[in-house]
C-alpha cells in the first residue's frame, strides 16, 4: 500500500463587519439608521477527484485561505459574501485534524464534497439595534472570524502490479 502525506494550514474567510449609517434626505433632517450588515467569510471545501493522483501539490503551496465576506454599507446595503474555496484531491484522501488526530472526512468516491472549514458570520448594522428608546444606535456588530487550523492529509492508494 502506497500512502502519501501532506500537512497544510487551511482558514476560512472572516465574516464582514457590520456599517454604521444614518438615512439622509434632503427633507429629513434626522433619518433613522440605515448600516447594512456584513457578508459571510467563503468556506473552506475539500473535492474528490479522479484526475488526480498525488498530494504532490501540497508540498509546495502550505496556507490556503477563503474569501472574507465584505462590510456592509449605507443605505442597509449587505456586503458580499465571501467565495468558498474548493480543494481538489485525489479519490482515497484522508483528512486529519493535526492537534487531535481525528479524521474530519474520508474522500472515497469522485467528487464527493466536505466543508471542512466554516466561514464567519457577517456583522449586524446599526439598523438591527434600534428600538423605541434607543432610536439612532451608533454602534454595530463586527463579524466573526473564520475556522482555522492544520490539517494532515492522507492518500492511501493500492499499487497495482503486473
Same mark, same amino acid.
Request: charged residues 45%.
Given at each position: 500500500m502506497f500512502v502519501d502525506i501532506a500537512k497544510i494550514t487551511i482558514k476560512a474567510g472572516d465574516g464582514g463587519n457590520g456599517c454604521v449609517a444614518f438615512r439622509r434626505e434632503i427633507y429629513v433632517p434626522d433619518g433613522g439608521p440605515a448600516g447594512g450588515d456584513g457578508g459571510n467569510g467563503g468556506n473552506i471545501i475539500f473535492k474528490a477527484d479522479n484526475n488526480l493522483?498525488? @498530494? @504532490? *501539490?501540497? #508540498? =509546495? #503551496? !502550505? #496556507? =490556503?485561505?477563503?474569501?472574507?465576506?465584505? *462590510?456592509? !454599507?449605507?443605505s442597509n446595503m449587505y456586503g458580499k459574501n465571501g467565495e468558498d474555496l474548493i480543494i481538489k484531491v485525489p479519490v482515497g484522501t484522508v483528512i486529519r485534524d493535526t492537534d487531535t488526530n481525528l479524521v474530519i472526512a474520508d474522500l472515497r468516491k469522485n467528487g464527493q464534497e466536505v466543508i471542512v472549514a466554516h466561514g464567519g458570520h457577517g456583522g449586524k448594522g446599526n439598523s438591527h439595534f434600534k428600538t423605541s428608546v434607543r432610536q439612532a444606535p451608533s454602534f454595530a456588530k463586527s463579524g466573526t472570524k473564520g475556522q482555522q487550523f492544520e490539517v494532515n492529509l492522507e492518500l492511501k492508494l493500492l499499487a497495482d502490479v503486473g
Open positions: 493522483r498525488t @498530494l @504532490l *501539490d501540497f #508540498k =509546495y #503551496k !502550505k #496556507k =490556503y485561505e477563503a474569501e472574507n465576506g465584505q *462590510d456592509g !454599507k449605507g
